[in-house]
């Protein structure tokens, strides 16, 4: 009988051939993407179901974030501020979303004060612009996955090393942490088949790496690429690759359904990436503090490799 470390190299093995990843190159089919017109300064992007897109926006003065339909010709429908610290944010399941915060070492603002640490929270919004809850946390939080089963998870660093923390959403209670040996800039969580995974990338040889929640074991999925997104109810990765040349990055899409490849054409000035549940494609494009949005399909996703 294969043990669950066995099966799961298996298994895993079998899902590296699925991988999606923005590579540099100039070859491709030069799909036009529907565009949105995004808010100034943007910073990451989440979809959340059934039909709206957020996207943080902000500087380190000021930060909001912005309400759009998914629709092709959505304007933004609304916008309302968050904390200056916010340093990502994610949809959750019930219609509401989470902002991490990252707030740093401040000196004392008056004689006789402590040195105030850093620390940083999770707080839940609802699309009225009202906090819902905030759980404090002893470290930075640098980026947030999406929840799975009501866990989501925080990206941290501690004594200099990167530590991923599990937050059960129903009663707001800190799991169990996961230490990775690089520190990521990006963090996903994935299911595929009745595992969950950690998605993360080693930003200093662009390898990216799936970590079992709970036995800890990890994959190299040969993927070469930054900020890499699962594609949920499908074995799929996408991630970005850049590059000191060329003008465009290529999307590479590889099923284990039908083991063909299909490349898509994109702008090169790509800062995060988005994928939903019908398996749509979303890129945040960011040239100099404007910014817009890329939908692609998944029908068109397949076209490409026709």
């Known amino acids: 009988m294969l043990s669950i470390v066995t099966a799961a190299r298996l298994f895993l093995g079998c899902i590296s051939l699925a991988l999606l990843a923005l590579t540099a190159c100039g070859y491709g089919h030069r799909i036009a993407a529907h565009v949105l017109e995004g808010p100034m300064d943007a910073i990451a992007v989440t979809h959340l179901n059934p039909d709206k897109l957020l996207v943080l926006a902000g500087d380190e003065d000021a930060k909001g974030v912005s309400v759009f339909h998914d629709s092709i010709h959505s304007q933004?429908?609304?916008?309302?501020?968050?904390?200056?610290?916010?340093?990502?944010?994610?949809?959750?399941?019930?219609?509401?979303?989470?902002?991490?915060?990252?707030?740093?070492?401040?000196?004392?603002?008056?004689?006789?004060?402590?040195?105030?640490?850093?620390?940083?929270?999770?707080?839940?919004?609802?699309?009225?612009?009202?906090?819902?809850?905030?759980?404090?946390?002893?470290?930075?939080?640098?980026?947030?996955?999406?929840?799975?089963?009501?866990?989501?998870?925080?990206?941290?660093?501690?004594?200099?090393?990167?530590?991923?923390?599990?937050?059960?959403?129903?009663?707001?209670?800190?799991?169990?942490?996961?230490?990775?040996p690089y520190h990521p800039t990006s963090l996903d969580q994935c299911r595929l088949a009745v595992q969950v995974y950690l998605l993360t990338a080693d930003p200093a040889t662009q390898h990216v790496y799936l970590t079992n929640v709970r036995s800890d074991f990890t994959l190299d999925t040969s993927m070469i690429a930054e900020q890499p997104r699962c594609f949920a109810h499908s074995s799929a990765i996408a991630g970005i690759v850049a590059r000191a040349f060329g003008s465009h990055v290529s999307l590479l899409r590889l099923?284990?359904?039908?083991?063909?490849?299909?490349?898509?054409?994109?702008?090169?000035?790509?800062?995060?990436?988005?994928?939903?549940e019908d398996g749509r494609l979303f890129l945040l494009r960011r040239f100099g503090s404007s910014s817009n949005i890329q939908i692609w399909t998944n029908s068109e996703l397949a076209a490409a490799g026709e």
Not at 255 to 276: F, K, M, Y
């Open 76 to 180: 933004e429908v609304l916008r309302f501020g968050v904390s200056r610290y916010a340093s990502d944010i994610q949809a959750g399941n019930h219609g509401s979303f989470f902002v991490s915060l990252a707030i740093p070492r401040a000196a004392p603002r008056y004689k006789g004060a402590k040195e105030q640490l850093p620390s940083g929270a999770i707080q839940e919004w609802n699309l009225s612009g009202q906090l819902l809850s905030t759980v404090l946390f002893p470290a930075p939080v640098e980026a947030i996955s999406k929840p799975i089963g009501g866990v989501l998870y925080a990206l941290m660093t501690r004594a200099g090393q990167s530590v991923v923390v599990g937050l059960r959403l129903a009663d707001a209670k800190v799991l169990a942490s996961v230490a990775l």
């Open 255 to 276: 099923s284990l359904t039908d083991q063909r490849a299909s490349t898509i054409v994109a702008p090169s000035d790509i800062v995060g990436l988005e994928t939903a």
